[in-house]
């Protein structure tokens, strides 16, 4: 080996050696609370509210797992929001995101992004007039052509108001234009643009994956430290599009858009539960959600959500059981902080005087996002925040139902098979289909419970400090049935909308769960959000209807939860 080289290796070894938990975390622990050093605000919270759109209308974002199958579906579906009607961009109504895995991909990506240009014919055509001989028309531009505008600097609470007293009619248009003005100081961040977000959307992550292992650095780190396969997807994802729009540097949590909807990426629990020193009942079980927020972050492991990485954020959420480890955090609780003794699996005795909190692909505990929905309207029901007379529950779903194994081969293994248990994704899909037909129903009936599990020991799922708040409730459920319309679009709609689509359906439902799309795949994705998310659907229409409203007419929940269900019953 050359003398050079050699050298090279000797030093990339000397700095990958100081420790088996090195690259093991990055979580920051959370610093001392006081009036002087209170967390800034985030986006990555449960702590949410209806400030985006119409303030009296609360809309949720689901977005589900299934690789880049589900962070295609969920960009092309969001892209055609914008702009399916005229009078109104229903992205921009969205609230609250919450998503899973591959949805997880694109949910950060738009929270990560801006919007530079507003296309509104409603504004184009009036606001020249409005804006001529006055200093706004030199901060916002209207291209008569394209029908849309840009702004440079912020709206004065005074000028929108004067804005909004001369055009009383465009009052949902200048609350989209005072959003794009707020996102003029954020140049950092790239734009949320059609075409980049397909093409970021459908890369294949896999190959550009595979080509990092051979840098020198994570060679080095990989062989004789904790970083594993994990950690390089999450600094793929974190180089390709959770970056700064020049120099590239990864975002944090804590830098994401404030205009965006809030963000709740949700991962699993990997962690045991009966660690030494610490009390069951104030633990999550193995296998419930955990979220990317401050809630879960200062709760659980007293940690800093704020500086944590957002690409780590999402390869946590995406991380799948076999092909990726769990991403691990350290717990800085206070009572983590000391020396236990534990048995490991071959009955050796080991201490140590820290404890971390392991977490993998968040759709093995809810492929859909809704149980974080569920919590969130949870918690505004009892601090008497769920104030809001319409709730819009969008879920974009791109599971497929589970191929299993071909009746007409002897040997169904392939040629993965001969190294891996290739039919595990069939195998997790079959356990959770009974959780997905759980969830589904109980947004369907706008009835949400928490008695099944959520805060018993051994199963719980949400925090003790709400628990005791739901258990002094009357009912063990929230009926919100005459406030909540919930509209479910996965690939059964395509056949439900025209029985030619037929053919279509089998195509999607052979997209494969990866972190790269086939040849074509995207094609075929699109093809389902063109034939669905039309301006013909009558869930849609309604929805349009409900969020233009600046009031509810008395009975129009009620219609649109009778139009959305039968589309419902109509795909079973």
Request: net charge neutral.
């Amino acid at each position: 080996m050359p003398r050079h080289v050699s050298t090279l290796v000797m030093l990339l070894l000397l700095i990958a050696l100081p420790g088996c938990a090195s690259y093991s975390h990055t979580n920051k622990p959370l610093a001392p609370s006081s009036a002087a050093s209170a967390p800034a605000p985030t986006r990555a919270t449960f702590s949410v509210g209806g400030e985006r759109g119409n303030p009296r209308v609360l809309m949720f974002l689901a977005l589900s797992g299934g690789g880049s199958r589900a962070a295609y579906l969920s960009a092309a579906t969001m892209l055609r929001l914008q702009t399916l009607f005229p009078d109104v961009d229903l992205l921009n109504e969205v609230d609250v995101m919450s998503s899973v895995s591959g949805g997880s991909i694109t949910s950060a990506l738009y929270a990560a992004t801006r919007d530079t240009e507003l296309l509104s014919p409603t504004l184009a055509d009036v606001l020249p007039a409005q804006l001529a001989d006055t200093p706004l028309a030199t901060r916002i531009k209207v291209d008569a052509q394209t029908q849309t505008l840009r702004c440079n600097a912020l709206l004065q609470t005074e000028e929108l108001a004067a804005l909004n007293s001369q055009l009383p009619g465009a009052t949902a248009e200048l609350r989209r234009l005072d959003n794009l003005c707020r996102q003029a100081p954020l140049t950092h961040l790239r734009e949320w643009e059609p075409g980049t977000v397909r093409h970021l959307t459908s890369r294949n992550y896999l190959n550009r994956w595979f080509g990092n292992w051979f840098w020198p650095t994570n060679i080095a780190r990989y062989w004789f430290t904790a970083y594993d396969r994990s950690d390089i997807m999450a600094q793929t994802l974190g180089d390709n599009l959770y970056g700064t729009r020049i120099l590239g540097a990864n975002l944090s949590l804590g830098e994401l858009n404030p205009t965006r909807p809030y963000l709740l990426v949700n991962a699993t629990t990997a962690a045991d539960q009966d660690a030494p020193g610490i009390i069951a009942a104030d633990e999550y079980a193995f296998g419930s959600v955990f979220t990317f927020t401050e809630q879960d972050f200062r709760d659980r492991i007293n940690s800093d959500i704020n500086s944590y990485s957002l690409a780590r954020a999402v390869m946590a959420s995406s991380a799948f059981p076999l092909i990726f480890p769990s991403q691990t955090l350290q717990d800085h609780r206070p009572g983590a902080l000391q020396t236990y003794c534990q048995d490991d699996r071959q009955g050796e005795l080991r201490c140590t005087d820290k404890q971390y909190l392991h977490v993998f692909d968040g759709g093995n505990s809810d492929n859909l996002g809704l149980k974080s929905i569920k919590r969130a309207l949870f918690q505004m029901e009892v601090e008497g925040r769920l104030t809001h007379d319409r709730i819009i529950v969008l879920q974009i779903d791109a599971f497929t139902r589970p191929r299993g194994a071909s009746r007409l081969v002897a040997d169904p293994r392939g040629t993965v098979g001969l190294l891996l248990d290739a039919n595990v994704s069939d195998a997790v899909d079959s356990l959770l289909q009974n959780n997905r037909a759980n969830l589904l129903g109980e947004f369907d009936t706008a009835r949400l419970r928490w008695n099944d599990g959520d805060c018993r020991p051994e199963t719980r799922e949400l925090p003790s400090a709400l628990c005791k708040a739901l258990s002094e409730r009357p009912s063990s459920s929230l009926n919100l049935s005459q406030r909540l319309v919930f509209y479910h679009f996965g690939f059964e709609d395509v056949v439900t909308v025209d029985p030619k689509h037929a053919g279509l359906k089998r195509k999607l439902d052979m997209i494969p769960t990866s972190f790269k799309l086939g040849e074509g795949d995207a094609q075929l994705l699109d093809e389902a959000v063109q034939a669905v998310i039309a301006p013909s659907n009558p869930c849609l229409q309604q929805i349009r209807a409900l969020v233009l409203a600046e009031a509810a007419a008395p009975g129009a929940v009620g219609v649109a939860r009778s139009v959305c269900k039968e589309l419902e019953g109509r795909r079973r």
